[in-house]
């Protein structure tokens, strides 16, 4: 949901660092779609989005590309180790039933969500700040 929302929030041009973001038309038809096709409760989306903040920075940070390109070989020595392996293992193992559900419902295998997981959060260890 962290994701979904920062990006929506990317979208909105709203000057004031403190901006109540609840009160702009995107955010509200954002609000409406995410009740009505995802089952999301109205009132906690409206609480998150009255605390959400621009930060310049992050979306600076976001325009840039976060790495130089790599083929396979450079990217298989950071993400195929023994560690990363065994904290995916252990990943699917703790989250085997949302996982199955989502593989259900999208049609992705259960090992390439936890793959891309892996990749972005280290298994939920890395929320950024």
């Not at 979208?11 to 973001?21: M, P, T």
């Not at 995107?26 to 609480?47: N, R, T, Y």
């Not at 992050?58 to 450079?74: T, V, Y």
């Not at 419902?105 to 950024?128: F, Q, S, W």
Request: charged share 30%; net charge positive.
């Amino acid at each position: 949901m962290f994701f979904v929302i920062s990006a929506c929030l990317m979208l909105l041009s709203v000057s004031s660092a403190n901006a109540n973001y609840i009160e702009h038309e995107k955010a509200k038809s954002f609000i409406d779609m995410m009740v009505s096709k995802h089952g999301f409760e109205s009132a906690k989306l409206a609480e998150i989005f009255s605390q959400a903040e621009k930060k310049d920075s992050i979306l600076k940070a976001i325009a840039r590309p976060a790495e130089k390109r790599l083929e396979w070989k450079g990217y298989r020595k950071i993400f195929l180790t023994d560690d990363r392996i065994k904290k995916g293992l252990a990943f699917i193992e703790e989250n085997r039933e949302s996982l199955n559900r989502a593989q259900e419902k999208y049609g992705v295998p259960v090992h390439v969500i936890a793959a891309i997981i892996g990749v972005e959060t280290r298994y939920g260890r890395n929320k950024g700040s």
